[in-house]
């Protein structure tokens, strides 16, 4: 290949790379000796232009590359007056480009370029614009100082490898479907942000870093698609990635230590995110509005000074194998009919609340676990929670608190060792709770009109009451078992209701139900071993006792008080330490079909100050003495075959 030598030397036959071009043929490559060359350069043929050493040789000027001619640029310093124009196509090899006299450095018009080991700096605007579907491709290049933005791709295409982009307002601007491709690229120290995707263009990312922007990491809008992978995002004043009515996919990345959220999604946007973490951010980690959507897998969300996650206005969240923990508002932050699934996930070590839940919102928790929060695991404020083979434990706060119209559905949980209620409701609340295991600490405390419905339950070793009904509520127990409480097992209070079907109440230190104010149904079930009374019915209190099994109390096994009243039917009373019904002060007792058996108490019956029992068809049996005692205008009356 033919070597055409350009030299400003005075013994030089050509002294102008103009004149070189012009003299070559195709694939002539023009030799430039050191020195300075002033002057425009129109490519008619393909030629390649190079230099012993890039730093010693300077053109300065217009480059121009027409349609289906090549140019190569090789050890070459340019600073262009205006700007290299290619609508054919140029390669640029250890190259440096300077824009301190133009606009842009290099402008491509439905061309191609590939450059590697070159410099962009200084551009009054932009350092590359492609334009028109050119597409560019740029290996181990850097850019700095470019005022505007280091690249304007404008529906085109680029490559970049191994390259490094710093101090300009942007990094990279994509817009009108374009597309780019970026392994290894550094972006950092950007006063606005460092790359904005606009109208359906899409972003390929891998391992990058983008850090240090004064806006932020990368803005996305129009439709746009964001592909990211092994990357590194950090220390931006803005929301590090904002997704605006587009699309991201975010794996095995870090974001981290932003001045607001690690993640906006908006308007409709889509997101998959695995194996990615999310941490020390002042506002949220991850927010999610307006209808957007968030499928996440295996990743972390942990350590930001607000809100860990937050979805509002409709949207829609998937949690897999995910792990909140040490945030200092709630960890996962529910409100404005948004939806929620979270599947073996842990939530843990709150600095506030695990999950909150509101407004129309609703979210469903399967086999995770939640704990450590320094408040309630679980608050629910008109919304609804589906909780399902799950453990919640060691919380400063309730379990779940479930308020104002919220419906709170829990199946096949484990609840223990919570500071407060495991599980609480108030105003107009309903929990159903079936299947599932409440340990240690103060077990159900519902107020208010709400609605409590358990079933097939164990509530056990409570260090409060372990079932407490409040204030016009309604609450069922079927099929379960409450026992071995430092309180009581059951209270029901100011005009509550609770009925209690084929179920066991059993060893209780204080008095096993306590009923005030309120009335009660005890069918088919058992109430035992208590260390003091099994029923105290008190206050203008009802209770009905059917085909049920009372046995074993150290003071009087049902205690009627205050104008009380009990209706008591096919129920057997035995092994009393005390009395095994004892009515006073205006209330009454009607006894049917029952047997009252006791060996270790005189007077099994007693009625006392104005009170009255009824027994019909009912067997009174005591081994030590007298059956019934009554005193101060109270009364038994009975109609029994045998009284012992």
């Given amino acids: 290949m033919p ?34 060359y002033k002057e425009s350069i129109t490519i008619q043929k393909d030629v390649t232009i190079t230099a012993k050493v890039a730093e010693h040789v300077l053109i300065e000027g217009i480059v121009i590359v027409p349609k289906t001619k090549h140019l190569t640029l090789e050890n070459i310093t340019l600073h262009p007056t205006t700007q290299i124009y290619v609508e054919g196509s140029i390669t640029l090899t250890n190259c440096v480009l300077n824009g301190s006299l133009s606009n842009v450095l290099l402008s491509l018009n439905g061309g191609k370029a590939h450059a590697e080991k070159c410099n962009f ?3 009054i605007d932009v350092a590359v614009v492609l334009l028109n579907k050119s597409s560019v491709k740029l ?140 941490s020390f951010h002042k506002i949220a980690n991850v927010q999610l509005t307006l209808a957007s959507l968030l499928n996440m897998t295996s990743c972390q969300i942990y350590s930001c000074q607000g809100v860990g996650m937050q979805l509002k206005d409709k949207s829609i969240a998937n949690f897999s194998e995910t792990v909140f923990a040490d945030n200092e508002l709630p960890q996962l932050f529910l409100s404005e009919q948004s939806i929620c699934t979270l599947k073996d996930t842990t939530i843990k070590d709150g600095k506030q609340v695990g999950i909150f839940v509101e407004k129309s919102s609703s979210c469903s928790v399967v086999t995770s676990t939640i704990n450590n929060q320094e408040n309630t695991a679980i608050i629910v404020i008109d919304a609804e929670m589906f909780i399902l083979d799950s453990t919640i434990q060691e919380n400063k706060g309730n379990g779940i608190l479930s308020v104002k119209g919220a419906n709170t559905t829990i199946e096949g949980c484990k609840f223990s060792n919570n500071e407060m209620p495991h599980i609480a409701g108030k105003e107009h609340a309903t929990v159903s709770i079936s299947h599932s295991e409440l340990i240690s600490g103060k077990g159900i405390f519902m107020v208010d009109s709400c609605q409590l419905n358990v079933s097939e339950t164990t509530i056990k070793d409570g260090t409060g009451v372990q079932v407490e009904i409040v204030g016009q509520t309604k609450a069922s127990i079927y099929k379960s078992r409450i026992s071995g409480g430092d309180s009581n097992g059951i209270k029901v209070l100011k005009d509550a209701t609770m009925h209690i079907i084929e179920s066991q109440v059993t060893t209780h230190k204080l008095p096993q139900i306590i009923v005030n104010d309120s009335s009660v149904i005890f069918k088919n079930s058992e109430l035992l071993h208590g260390e003091r009374n099994g029923f105290i019915i008190e ?75 009824d027994l019909v068809h009912t067997t009174v049996e005591n081994s030590i003495g007298n059956i ?3 005193e101060n205008n109270s009364q038994i009356t009975h109609t029994l075959d045998e009284l012992n």
């Fill in 539 to 613: 206050n203008h209190a009802e209770a009905f006792i059917q085909d049920s099994f009372i046995s074993n109390h150290m003071y009087p096994q049902i205690w009627i008080d205050l104008d009380s009243a009990v209706e008591l039917s096919a129920t057997q009373l035995t092994d009393g330490h005390e009395s095994d019904i004892y009515v006073q002060n205006n209330s009454t007792l009607h006894a049917n079909n029952c047997i009252i058996q006791n060996d270790k108490y005189n007077f099994n019956v007693q009625a006392v100050n104005h009170s009255k029992i």
């Fill in 121 to 123: 700096i200084g551009a």
């Fill in 139 to 278: 290996y181990n290049c850097y850019f700095e100082s470019n005022k505007k933005t280091h690249l304007l791709i404008d529906n085109s295409s680029i490559e970049l490898k191994n390259c490094e982009l710093l101090k300009a307002n942007h990094a990279i601007w994509l817009k009108n479907a374009s597309d780019a491709q970026l392994d290894n690229v550094k972006m950092h120290h950007h006063s606005g942000t460092q790359l904005i995707i606009q109208a359906a263009s899409t972003l390929h990312m891998q391992g990058c870093g983008i850090e240090h922007g004064e806006g932020n990491g990368i803005y996305a809008s129009e439709e746009s698609k964001i592909l990211i992978n092994n990357t590194v995002m950090q220390h931006h004043a803005l929301p590090q990635l904002w997704i605006q009515n587009s699309e991201l996919q975010l794996s095995n990345s870090i974001i981290q230590h932003g001045n607001e959220s690690g993640l906006m999604l908006r308007e409709c946007s889509e997101a998959t995110i695995t194996n990615t973490s999310f």
């Fill in 3 to 36: 070597i055409i030598k350009v030299s400003t030397s005075v013994f030089s036959m050509i002294k102008t790379v103009e004149r070189a071009v012009q003299k070559a043929n195709y694939g002539d490559e023009i030799l430039v000796a050191a020195g300075k």
């Fill in 628 to 630: 019934f005692y009554s």
